[in-house]
């Protein structure tokens, strides 16, 4: 009598089962925030079984965790990202959440994780019962922007050249990937989005953005942000913490801001999930640090296209 335990030879082999966590970050809010999946062991998993829980989960991006490259570390990890398609290099929401859940089981303090990006250091902390998290970003930079590309990218926006705003001009900012920002001359043209998801999809792959990320700045240092998603199989990001790094660099390398500062981007309200980021530069400090608090929730999917 054969083994029932054993699989026959034509029977695929079973896909490594993993613990999904699920919490929402740059919120306290479980109606808030952007969803992240996280895998706390990751070590059984291969590539297929990320993307495959990953597109299951349907969030934007969710973490899978596995041993940092110090075994005398408790607190380092390798850190990899995965949206519904395909793996991101870097993640700030999912990033967020991941530390929040790490220092849940193991405490407050430093952490470091490693991504395909680079050492990204957290800091975890508890304020009012909350915990927060505070990334430092890889060294950012800056690129000019291509006018033939900013005019695909506002064709497949429907937005007019004219309502941009010249004082915050188009720029390809990078804090671990790329993004490309667009300023709104107006609160109205930034909450009226309805873009084609796939002309839009086009441009940023061959850009190798990761969104593009659309402003609105209310005063010196508050800003509202939308960062569209398509090439992650996304509509729309309700918390970006990769971007907000990214628009932190953006803001310093256009003397936009003071060399020490603190900006404050809102996020997420035009589609019912508002998010608050912190964005925080430091003089002599070529790096950006992007705070948040991260708390678990029930596992619901978020929203697909």
């Known amino acids: 009598m054969a083994n029932p335990a054993r699989t026959s030879a034509s029977e695929p082999a079973p896909r490594p089962t993993a613990e999904v966590l699920h919490y929402t970050a740059f919120t306290t809010d479980p109606a808030g925030g952007n969803r992240a999946g996280v895998v706390l062991d990751a070590s059984l998993l291969g590539e ?40 991101v290099g870097f993640c ?33 902390r508890e304020e009012g019962g909350v915990l927060t998290a505070t990334l430092t970003s890889v060294e950012p930079h800056v690129l000019a922007a291509d006018p033939a590309d900013v005019a695909e990218a506002l064709a497949a926006l429907g937005w007019q050249p004219g309502e941009l705003d010249d004082a915050l001009p188009p720029r390809i900012a990078f804090a671990g990937v790329r993004h490309l920002v667009l300023a709104a001359s107006t609160r109205e043209r930034l909450a009226d989005l309805d873009y084609d998801f796939d002309r839009l999809s086009r441009l940023m792959r061959r850009l190798d953005l990761t969104t593009v990320q659309l402003v609105w700045r209310e005063t010196a240092s508050v800003f509202h942000v939308r960062d569209p998603f398509p090439v992650g199989g996304v509509v729309e990001d309700a918390a970006t913490g990769a971007a907000a790094a990214a628009f932190g660099a ?4 256009l003397g936009l801001v003071p060399a020490d500062t603190r900006l404050t981007l809102h996020q997420g309200h035009d589609m019912g999930r508002p998010s608050l980021l912190e964005v925080g530069l430091r003089a002599g400090d070529p790096r950006v640090r992007v705070t948040g608090a991260a708390i678990a929730v029930r596992p619901v999917a978020a929203p697909r296209p």
């Open 48 to 87: 297929a079984e990320m993307v495959a829980i990953a597109a299951e989960l349907g969030y934007s991006e969710s973490a899978f965790v596995t041993a940092g490259p110090d075994p005398d570390d408790a607190r380092s990890f390798t850190l990899r990202f995965f949206s519904p398609r395909a793996e």
């Open 92 to 124: 700030g929401h999912a990033t967020v959440a991941t530390a929040v859940a790490l220092a849940e089981r193991l405490g407050e303090g430093d952490y470091g994780f490693h991504t395909t990006a680079g050492h990204v250091p957290v800091t975890v």
């Open 250 to 253: 953006y803001a310093r390398d």
